[in-house]
């Protein structure tokens, strides 16, 4: 099983991630990091780390930002090189370190499960599905169910795919660069033929399943809102969900912040400006506003 992991910036973050792998029950054979930044003090944390413990790393710099999309996929290309398609790839954020120290043994029990069908190409703790009719994703699992079926997996919730389902897949559209990255490889795999599950009793044991809340209100100013919504509508564009589409225009990115105009005008002129650009970009091969909201500064 070989690990992928995305990192910016966040040295003290990395090194408890790397950390409580190393304390896991069942290890990862090899670990391939991909530094979004430039802070020197990654490269002497990953050497360090080499000498004193039991994960074999592989650092990847590209030299610039490429997002979760565009790190994940460099470190795909990496992985596609060394493993075999019956691997196994476990993806991981560097701030979301696993929540137990038995978790990824517990997770590769459910995958041998799992994986007895070979139409299933990923397992995880958390997932969703797509309402291709609202544009809406209803959280899985929904209750202390052993596992159940999803079309995606959360990123964060230790996804674990098979190296051939994503080879199949041509897994990782590296130009979502942030947000639903996790659901487009998802519909991508549906696509190809290949069936999520989530192992929704192993999630139980570490958290609570809970429904998605949508506040009326507008968020506040962030580079990730343009991203969310472009992402989006690019995911329902592909699966050709018109009438999703129209929705999520009409309610969310219009009547929102219309709604909200009275109450924060200038909230609301910040949020129908952003999710114009959204918009256009979403159905536009080389998106003209990228540059606009791909700031310097932002997360893996």
Known sequence: MIGAMCTFDRADELQNSLDVLDAQSRGLDALVIVDNGNDPELIDLVRSHRLARR???????????????????LAFDH???????????LILDDDDPPPSPTIVEELVDEAELAFASPDVAGIGLR???????????????????????ADHLHGGWLPLYRVGALRDAD?????????FDDLELGRRLSRAGYRIRVAG??????????????????AERSWRHYYRHRNLLRVLRRD????????????????KPLVNLPRSPRLALWHLRTNADAIVDAFTEHPRHHTRHNPRTSPS
């Open 240 to 255: 050709r969900a018109w009438r999703a589409i129209a929705t999520t225009i009409a309610v969310r990115l219009v009547a």
């Open 79 to 89: 992985i596609d090189t060394i493993a075999e398609d019956d691997d196994l790839v």
């Open 55 to 73: 994960i074999p790393i592989e650092l990847l710099r590209p030299g610039s930002n490429l997002g979760p999309a565009g790190g994940y996929g």
């Open 127 to 149: 997932g969703g599905r797509l309402d291709l009719r609202r544009g809406i994703i209803e959280p899985r699992p929904t209750g202390p169910i052993e596992q159940e079926d």
């Open 201 to 218: 009793a192993v999630f139980c044991g570490v958290a609570s399943p809970n429904r998605l809340h949508r506040s009326k209100l507008l």
């Open 171 to 179: 897994a990782f559209d590296r130009n979502l660069f942030w947000g």
